[in-house]
């Protein structure tokens, strides 16, 4: 089991950056594939990108291709999601999510194919 802890988030001005972190406890990070969700007001929850248990193949939502970076350091047990040029539209509450894979190339896009969860950072982004 694995507990994951997001951080980084806050308010920025639209153009802005913000640098996501989840710190990952209790087992180590290297046989979960991982990914960021979030979910904002009214709306379901959902993917914004995701990385394989080795770093080598990702996934991004269009909405955020060319923007948003994901990364994961396993040495640190941890993942990150660099955010750039933010718009409004991506306020919203974001989530760290793993799942465990023995397939060190796999990812996941879908929020119910991960069984770990954490608590969540609110990124808000005004005009």
């Known amino acids: 089991q694995v507990q994951l802890v997001e951080s980084g988030g806050g308010l920025v001005q639209a153009g802005g950056s913000l640098r996501l972190s989840c710190a990952a406890s209790g087992r180590t990070v290297t046989v979960y594939a991982m990914g960021w969700f979030r979910q904002a007001p009214g709306k379901e929850r959902e993917p914004v990108a995701a990385?394989?248990?080795?770093?080598?193949?990702?996934y991004y939502a269009d909405s955020v291709k060319g923007r948003f970076t994901i990364s994961r350091d396993n040495a640190k047990n941890m993942v990150y999601l660099e955010m750039n040029s933010l718009k409004p539209e991506d306020t919203a509450v974001y989530y760290c999510a793993a799942r465990f894979t023995i397939w060190t190339g796999s990812y996941s896009s879908k929020a119910n194919d991960y069984e770990y969860w954490g608590q969540g950072t609110q990124v808000t982004v005004s005009s």
């Open positions: 990385i394989s248990r080795s770093g080598d193949n990702t």
